[in-house]
């Protein structure tokens, strides 16, 4: 199988259908990375063929002197950021959190053990998604990279442009945060 | 038996270490119940972490995708010229400071020419530059003095100040310089550095 980097360089020199086949790698993860980070699924999707576009258009000047995910999750990175801080104020209402969405009452209503279940599994991901979500940006970038995306901390310094060991203090920080939001649930065994 | 700070256990934990330290830890690790059960929560909150599962992006995102990169495809082919080069937007401001430079070094020679391009004669010279001990001015066509608003002021008399030996010939041959028909361009001149040593002698002399 083509590396990204190879599969890079003959988009370089116009192969279209190496083009399709980053796309076809690299869509989903790219996708999924920019909903956590944003919450919203159409705003992450748009911003992700952005990413796809400006690759592409950047495909002439592409120097292969970094590993093709740290240039894309780089460019994402940067345009989640961004929409983060034009979006500073609102409250945008993130997927799947509709009124009966994790409530007590839904559960009361239905009390069959698979939709309990299913509903006590959606709650613990409403509460890893919020904890996830209420941390500061570049630690939620971090956190997302390195344990969602599998991208290793030396390629995350490059995404975020900080040094490795920042990247380690900023996961560290992350994970104690979280460690204290999601606490009830570690103690309480839900796992 | 020294405990690791919890910043290192989660290294640990996450394989964040460089392999001699990693090796450090888990021999403590291996020994310490303490930190062992730190490097167990760690290890606990990210199998917590794993519930959040991903999503798949809409069926429509590829053909979106690709209709976006058709489109950009599709775009009628821009002509490059150098001038839309990145460079090309340094160039104007780069220019701009050059032309600021020269103009004012213009100006600041101006400024200072006038006294400078006076070519002194033996008349001209005070006293204590004028060739001495029968030191004749070398041969050649007399410089012509180049009238100045300076010249037409009354020059300030200059009061006999005592002057040394060596600074007298400083002072010689500074004048003998000053009069030789090559060397007429005092200003290009001054910039050699036994001249303006000798300038110097001479300010140091009157002070």
Sequence with gaps: METDLELMLRVTRGDE????????????????????????????????QEVFLRVYQARERYRPDARFT?????????????AIRDRKGEVPQAEGESAEDGSGAARLVDSRPNVEQQLMQSDRERLIRQAIEELPERQRAAVILHKYQDVDYQQI?????VSESAVKSLLFRAYESLRTRLEPLLVGGQL | M??????????????????????QVRAHVAECAACRAVVKEYGKLDTLLDGWRPAEPSPWFDARVRAAIAAESAKPYRFRSPFSLGWVRWLAPALGVVLVLTAALAVWRSRRSPERLV?????????????????????????????TPQMARPQPVETPRPVTAAAKAGEDELGLYENLTV??????????????????????VGN
Aim: with cysteine; proline share 8%.
């Design chain 1, 17 to 48: 259908g190496s083009f399709e086949e980053l796309l076809r790698r690299h869509g989903a993860p790219l996708t999924n990375y920019l909903r956590r980070m944003l919450r919203e699924s159409a705003l992450a999707e748009d911003l992700a």
């Design chain 1, 70 to 82: 740290t240039w894309l999750y780089r460019i994402a990175t940067n345009l989640a950021l961004n």
């Design chain 1, 157 to 161: 310094a490059k995404v975020l442009g």
């Design chain 2, 2 to 23: 020294k405990c690791f700070e919890r910043e290192q256990l989660f290294a640990y934990g996450h394989r964040l270490l460089a392999a001699r330290e990693e090796e």
């Design chain 2, 119 to 147: 070519t002194p004669t033996v008349a001209s010279l005070p006293a204590s530059r004028a060739p001495q001990n029968g030191v004749a001015p070398a041969p050649g066509p007399a410089p012509v003095p180049v009238p």
């Design chain 2, 183 to 204: 060397l007429e361009d005092y200003d290009l001149l001054a910039n050699f550095d036994v001249l303006s040593e000798l300038s110097r002698g001479e300010k140091k």
